[in-house]
Nanobody
Framework: QVQLVESGGGSVQAGGSLRLSCVVS????????LGWFRQAPGKGREGVAV???????TYEDSVKGRFTISKDRAKNTLYLQMNSLKPEYTAVYYC?????????????????WGQGTQVTVSS
């Protein structure tokens, strides 16, 4: 059974930083994509960053230079380092896993999801 468990969310002032973590268990595919998505109140779920088993990474345009996605395979953990946070980044952040090694920032390509962690950025 595949499980993804996020942690690290919280409240921070604009310009601050947070690091999200996602522990992935039960996932054995050697080809995969792992992603971070977010959903603000009243909005759809949007892709933030994806890292593939090849090491290739894609970021959503507004977070380029601010966010860094990484993975520690030994710890089965996915990370999202978020710097220079803006109030518009306030949302529930989800990690997700896909069996597609070439998945893009498209939620429909991801089969497994965590429960989400709240990130609130105040001005």
């Amino acid at each position: 059974q595949v499980q993804l468990v996020e942690s690290g969310g919280g409240s921070v002032q604009a310009g601050g930083s947070l690091r999200l973590s996602c522990v992935v268990s039960g996932y054995t595919d050697r080809s995969y994509s792992l992603g971070w998505f977010r959903q603000a109140p009243g909005k759809g779920r949007e892709g933030v960053a994806v890292i593939r088993s090849t090491g290739a990474i894609t970021y959503e345009d507004s977070v380029k230079g601010r966010f860094t996605i990484s993975k520690d395979r030994a710890k089965n953990t996915l990370y999202l380092q978020m710097n220079s946070l803006k109030p518009e980044y306030t949302a529930v952040y989800y990690c997700a896993a896909s069996g597609l090694w070439f998945a893009e920032l498209d939620a429909t390509a991801f089969r497994y999801w965590g429960q989400g962690t709240q990130v609130t950025v105040s001005s």
